[in-house]
C-alpha cells in the first residue's frame, strides 16, 4: 500500500542538523571522541530542589489529568513572574504547555492559515519555519548577520517586510542561534511597525533569564504592545529542565480561547507533578538559576577570547548560549568537514535560514570548549 500523504507534513524539509548529529553518533559509535557543541541545552543537571519537588509531587499522588491550561497555582505563580517582568495578565490568559515548543505550536496553528504572512528575523530558531509551513502561512524573512546580529539597524529592512498584509512576526530575544539581545529601540522600531500594520507578535523569551550584563525588555511592556503581543516563556533553559517539558504562552483571552481548543484536542495538559515541580521553579530557585547564567559569561568570554588568539573575529552575544561563527560559504560542508575531520560539532548557519556561519553552543564544560576550539584550528578550520 502507498501511504499518501499531506502536503502540511511533505512541504516540511527535516532538520539540516540530522546530517550532522547521524554523523556524530556514527564516530562516537567507532570509539571517537566527538567535541559536541552542537547541543541546544544546558549541561547541567536540574537544580536539585526542582528535582525534589517533582518526586514530592509524584509522592503526593500528582499523577492524574489536570485542568488543560494547567494548575492554577503554577498559572498564578507565572502571573507573578511576568507582573515582576511588567507584563500584566490573570492566570485566565496563560496556558502550560509541554515546553514552548509546544506553546509555539498552538500560537502559529491558532493565527496562521493558507496563504497568510509571516516575518521571521534570520538567523531564525529552526522550528518557526516548519511550524509556519505547516501552518501554510508564507515566510518573509530579515537578514540581520550583515548587522552584527542586531535589529536596531535592520529597523528599515524589517519596515520593508512588514506590510498590511502581515499576518505575524516572532521576535526572539535573546536569539537562539545568535545569543543576540536587542535594544529597547528595536522593541520600538518593531511596536511602531506592528501598531502601524496590525501586526500580531510572538515574543520568544525562553532565553529571557540568560543574560549578561544586560536586561531583556518583554516586548509586551511597551505601550500599545500588550493586546497584540504573545509571549511564550519556558523551563527548559533557565532551570535546566529541557526533558520535563514544560512552558508557557500569555495572551490575550481570545487567543487563550482559541489556542486552548488545540491544547485540550492535542496534549490535553502538560504533566501533572512536572507542573509542581515549576512552581519550585519559579519561587526557590534564582540562586541557582545565577550561577549557572555566570558559568555560561564565563564560557561566552573564553570562546570568544579562545577565537581571537586564532584572529577569528565573531559578534559577542549578550545572551543564550551560542555564539555564530564566520566560516565557509557553504557552511553545511564546513560543518560537516569539521566533525570528520577535527571531531567537533557545530551546526550549520543555513539550518536557520543565514549561510555562512556555524552556531557554537558554549553549553559545554571550559575544557572541552578549549579542546574544541584547539581542533578546529589544528585542521585549519578557522
Ligand atoms: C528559541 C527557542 N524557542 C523555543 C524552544 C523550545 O524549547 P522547549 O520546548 O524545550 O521549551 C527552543 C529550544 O531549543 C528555542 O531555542
Not at 512541504?11 to 546530517?19: G, N, Y
Not at 493565527?111 to 516575518?119: C, K, M, S, T
Not at 542561534?177 to 518593531?190: F, H
Not at 539550518?351 to 556555524?358: D, E, K, L, R, V
Request: include cysteine.
Amino acid at each position: 500500500m502507498t501511504m499518501e500523504f499531506t502536503d502540511r507534513v511533505t512541504r516540511v524539509e527535516p532538520s539540516a542538523t540530522l546530517a550532522i548529529s547521524a554523523l556524530a553518533t556514527e564516530l562516537e559509535a567507532e570509539g571517537t571522541d566527538v567535541v559536541d557543541l552542537s547541543v541546544g541545552e544546558p549541561d547541567f543537571p536540574t537544580p536539585e530542589n526542582i528535582v525534589e519537588a517533582g518526586k514530592a509531587a509524584l509522592d503526593a499522588g500528582h499523577t492524574g489529568y489536570t485542568t488543560s491550561a494547567g494548575i492554577l497555582e503554577l498559572r498564578e505563580a507565572i502571573a507573578e513572574k511576568l507582573e515582576e517582568d511588567g507584563l500584566e495578565h490573570t492566570a485566565g490568559e496563560i496556558i502550560v504547555t509541554p515546553g514552548a515548543k509546544q506553546a509555539l505550536y498552538e500560537i502559529i496553528q491558532a493565527l496562521v492559515q493558507d496563504g497568510d504572512e509571516v516575518v521571521l528575523l534570520d538567523p531564525a530558531w529552526v522550528s518557526y519555519e516548519a511550524m509556519v509551513k505547516m501552518a501554510g502561512g508564507e515566510l518573509t524573512r530579515v537578514d540581520l548577520s550583515p548587522h552584527d546580529f542586531q535589529l536596531e539597524p535592520a529597523l528599515e529592512d524589517l519596515g520593508t517586510a512588514i506590510t498590511d498584509e502581515t499576518e505575524l512576526l516572532v521576535v526572539n530575544s535573546p536569539s537562539n542561534p545568535t545569543g543576540a539581545v536587542y535594544s529597547d529601540a528595536a522593541l520600538e522600531g518593531v511596536r511602531d511597525l506592528a501598531v502601524e500594520h496590525d501586526v500580531t507578535v510572538i515574543s520568544d523569551e525562553i532565553y529571557k533569564e540568560i543574560t549578561y550584563g544586560v536586561e531583556q525588555t518583554s516586548l509586551g511592556t511597551l505601550e500599545g504592545m500588550a493586546e497584540r503581543t504573545v509571549t511564550v516563556n519556558g523551563f527548559s533553559k533557565a532551570y535546566s529542565m529541557t526533558g520535563w517539558r514544560l512552558g508557557y504562552f500569555a495572551a490575550s483571552e481570545d487567543l487563550i480561547d482559541q489556542a486552548g481548543k488545540l491544547h485540550s484536542h492535542s496534549v490535553s495538559s502538560a504533566v501533572n507533578f512536572v507542573q509542581h515541580a515549576g512552581i519550585e521553579a519559579l519561587e526557590n530557585t534564582d540562586e541557582a538559576v545565577e550561577e549557572m547564567t555566570e558559568a555560561f559569561e564565563k564560557r561566552r568570554d573564553l570562546v570568544v577570547d579562545l577565537l581571537a588568539d586564532h584572529d577569528v573575529d565573531v559578534a559577542v552575544p549578550d545572551g543564550a548560549f551560542y555564539m555564530m561563527l564566520p566560516v565557509a560559504d557553504d557552511d553545511q560542508a564546513w560543518c560537516e568537514g569539521a566533525i570528520e575531520d577535527a571531531h567537533v560539532a557545530t551546526v550549520p548557519g543555513s539550518a536557520f535560514g543565514t549561510p555562512g556561519y556555524a552556531r557554537i553552543s558554549y553549553a559545554a564544560s571550559e575544557e572541552r570548549l578549549h579542546e574544541g576550539i584547539e581542533r578546529l584550528a589544528e585542521e585549519e578550520y578557522i
